[in-house]
Structure formats: structure tokens, C-alpha cells
């Protein structure tokens, strides 16, 4: 039945349902599914789906905002579920998380801070668009140990390498580990830039996450 509820989940995201897509992940959390498994089983692959028909030219933009909305509606749902299973009273680390300036996706970044949230860190997420120096001046404000940078397009990810040189020339980048993600992003294009680490998906940037804040 999970496995049929999930299925469902992520095609009604592809179809453009969001309505669909929230009474799912309602009937999900109901049936006791953890959040994760409704993020990676339905979510993550509904919006997979979406990315390669786009690709291939059988969806549009219009395809893309519909469905990029009934996952934040889903997230919406998901976010006070996770955040209710991890209840931590002094905060694993301080991290800035954003999309690069130029870029506007959010999923990802979004998906990304509610993980770290759920796990335990405090996330001050500056949404999309963000320009050089508000990356820079909060790290300064917050005292963060960590900074988290994404950007989904190819066009935009200069702007990772941007933020990390902002950050030498105002001395805080002794003071913060630097992550990178996002689609076209690489390890190789990670270590190029001088990034301390770079993550695939909103798990590993746990993980990632962790150990940077463990040896800063
Ligand atoms: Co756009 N888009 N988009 N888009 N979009 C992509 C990225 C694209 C690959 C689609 C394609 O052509 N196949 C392509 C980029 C090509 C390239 O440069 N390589 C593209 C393009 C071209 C564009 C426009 C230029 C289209 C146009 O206008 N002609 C335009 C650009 C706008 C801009 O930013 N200036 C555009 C616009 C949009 C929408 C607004 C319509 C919408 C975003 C809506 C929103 O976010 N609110 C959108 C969407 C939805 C996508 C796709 C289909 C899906 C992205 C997504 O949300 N994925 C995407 C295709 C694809 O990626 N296959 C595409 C789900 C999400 C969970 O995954 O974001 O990859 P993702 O995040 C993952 C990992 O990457 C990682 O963990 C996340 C969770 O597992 N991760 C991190 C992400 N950030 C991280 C940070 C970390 C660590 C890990 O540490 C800090």
C-alpha cells in the first residue's frame, strides 16, 4: 500500500495536481510513512520525472511552475513533521543557506534547510536570488560556522565561487566551512572553486554538513 500511495504521490506531482499531491502526502503522514520516505519515494522522483520530460521537450516552463508548486505544498506539510522528530536544545552548527544570485530554483535549497533544520542545526535561509554580500554580511550577523550555496544552473554556479571569495576579503572565511550543491555541481567543480565540500542530494548535505561543523 506504501509503495502504491508514493507511486501516486509522485505522479500526481508530474501531472500538475497539486491538490493531488497534498491530500497524498496527507493520506501518507496519516498511514504513519516517515517524512523521509515520502520525500525521497514520491517527491524527489515526481520531480525527477518532471526534469527529464522537460528535457526532452515533452514538458514547458508552465509544466515546471505547477509542479515545483505542489512540492512546496507538499514540503509545507512535511517540514513540521520532521522537525517534530528531532528535538535538539543547543543547535549543531549555524549554517547561512541559499540559491545563488541569478538562480531561482528552490526545491533543492529548500529541501536541503529543512534537512539540516530537522537535524538539528539553526538555518537561516536567505531564499533565492541572493546577492554576494547578503550571504557575507549574515554569516557576520549570525556567527555561522557553515555556509551552504546552491545553484541549478549552469550560468549561475560561478556565483558559489563568487560568495566564497567575498567571504576571504571580508576575513570570515577562516570562521566558515563552505558547501556547495546543485545540479551541475561536482565534486571537481567544488575543489576548483575552494569549496570544503560539495553534496549530491539533501541527505549527504547532512552528513557533509556534520562533519564540516565537527572540524570548524
Ligand atoms: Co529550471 N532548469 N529553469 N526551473 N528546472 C533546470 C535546472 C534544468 C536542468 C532543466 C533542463 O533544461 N533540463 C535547466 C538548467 C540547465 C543548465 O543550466 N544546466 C533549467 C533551466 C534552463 C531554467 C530556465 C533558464 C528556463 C527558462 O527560463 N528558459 C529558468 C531559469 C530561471 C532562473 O533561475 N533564473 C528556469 C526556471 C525554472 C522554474 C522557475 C520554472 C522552476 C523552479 C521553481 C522553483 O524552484 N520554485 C524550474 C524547475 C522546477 C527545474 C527542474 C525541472 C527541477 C529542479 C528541481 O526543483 N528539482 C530542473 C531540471 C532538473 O534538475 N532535472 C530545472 C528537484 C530538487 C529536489 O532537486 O534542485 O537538483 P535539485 O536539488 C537536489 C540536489 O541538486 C541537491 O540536493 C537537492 C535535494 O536532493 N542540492 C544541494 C541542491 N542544492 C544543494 C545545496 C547543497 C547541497 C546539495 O549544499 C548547499
Known amino acids: 500500500m506504501s ?3 508514493l507511486a501516486q504521490i509522485a505522479a500526481s506531482l508530474v501531472e500538475g495536481d497539486p491538490d493531488a499531491t ?5 493520506e501518507a503522514i496519516a498511514a504513519g510513512l516517515e517524512p523521509l520516505a515520502i520525500i525521497d519515494g514520491a517527491l524527489v522522483v ?3 520525472t518532471v526534469g527529464d520530460k522537460y528535457a526532452s521537450g515533452e514538458f514547458f516552463l508552465p509544466n ?4 515545483a508548486n505542489g512540492m512546496k505544498q507538499a514540503m509545507a506539510l512535511l517540514e513540521p513533521e520532521l522537525k517534530a522528530r528531532r528535538q535538539s536544545l543547543k543547535p549543531v552548527g549555524t549554517v547561512v543557506i541559499g540559491t545563488v544570485r541569478g ?3 528552490e526545491i533543492g535549497k529548500s529541501l536541503v534547510g529543512t534537512m539540516l533544520a530537522a537535524n538539528g542545526f539553526e538555518v537561516h535561509d536567505l ?3 541572493v546577492p554576494v554580500d547578503a550571504f557575507v554580511s549574515r554569516v557576520r550577523e549570525a556567527g555561522a560556522n557553515l555556509v551552504g550555496l546552491s545553484a541549478l544552473l549552469t550560468t549561475t554556479m560561478h556565483g558559489q ?3 566564497i571569495e567575498a567571504l576571504t576579503k571580508a ?3 577562516g570562521q566558515v566551512k563552505v558547501m556547495v550543491g546543485g545540479a551541475p555541481v561536482s565534486r571537481a567543480w567544488a575543489d576548483g572553486i575552494g569549496a570544503d565540500g560539495w553534496a549530491q542530494d539533501a541527505v549527504s548535505a547532512v552528513d557533509l554538513a556534520t562533519r564540516l561543523v565537527a572540524q570548524s
Open 171 to 173: 576575513g570570515l572565511r
Open 3 to 5: 509503495t502504491a500511495l
Open 64 to 67: 515546471l511552475i505547477v509542479s
Open 127 to 129: 531564499g533565492v536570488d
Open 103 to 105: 538562480d531561482i530554483h
Open 46 to 48: 515526481g520531480m525527477r
Open 161 to 163: 565561487k563568487d560568495v
Open 22 to 26: 497534498v491530500a497524498g502526502v496527507r
